[in-house]
């Protein structure tokens, strides 16, 4: 089901970090309309703060808790046996250590079995980094329909991680979910895009809007420009063709 709640600040991005900050969830997990536009006003006076509307999705009460026990004692062995194939195939672990303890344990069950139940050959291989977000990167072969039309299945499988994960439990974890390095390439593409955008607004003193983009792609552009100056972005419309404005902020302050 979809909530949302409305954060107030002194810039619009002072108030969507207020209100990430309220609900412990990245930028990329939200939608953010902004309702009222910060004002500086004269000398101090008529000034009034920026004020947001931050939805997200929250999940319907399940009927059952899932887990890779659906998968009946006659799949058992095969998945095992493909399982163990492409453990032969992964490539070598980075430096950093497996991930290990309860949280671990519940993303590589809820993992295995979904991965299983799609018949997609891999496994996931997790990791936390310094920030204590779990990086679960997917290993196999042939994953680009794990990773779909611009990443939109790779975005649903994390977002169902998170779900089975997190629900009931009192602390919030943050997973990422990234298969042949794609998060990455991507970002880099997208950056580039933004920078460039940002300069022809900034030269144009004209707001762009892009292309229509899924929340971790949006999140990715608000990022990039968050400290450029003269730039603010926010995003408009509804999924699954919510934009990305590029605005020119006429030198307020960010």
Known sequence: ???????????????IE?????????????????????KSGF???????????????????????????????????????AEHAVREEAPPSPAAPVAEGEKAERIDAFLTGLLAQMGA????????????TYQVELVGRELG??????????????????YAVNHGQSKRVRIHVDAEGYRAKREES?????QKVAGKVVKYRRNV???????????????????????TTYSIGTEPNRRTVVAYSRGEHR
């Open 1 to 15: 089901m979809l909530k949302w709640i409305e954060s107030t600040g002194k810039s619009e991005e002072a108030a």
């Open 18 to 38: 207020a209100a990430l900050q309220k609900l412990g969830m990245d930028r990329d997990e939200v939608s953010v309309e902004i309702l009222e536009r910060a």
């Open 43 to 81: 000398l101090g006076i008529g000034s009034c703060p920026a004020k947001v509307k931050v939805s997200y999705e929250a999940p319907d009460e399940p009927e059952e808790r899932p887990a890779p026990a659906e998968v009946t004692p006659a799949e058992a062995e095969p998945v095992k046996a």
């Open 121 to 132: 050959e891999a496994r996931p291989v997790i990791r936390m980094d310094e920030n204590g």
């Open 145 to 162: 329909g794990l990773i779909g039309r611009r990443g939109e299945t790779l975005d649903a499988i994390q977002q169902l991680t998170g």
């Open 190 to 194: 997208l950056v580039r895009l933004a």
């Open 209 to 231: 809007t892009l292309e229509p983009m899924n929340a971790y792609e949006r999140h990715v552009i608000h990022t990039a420009l968050q400290e450029t100056p003269d730039i």
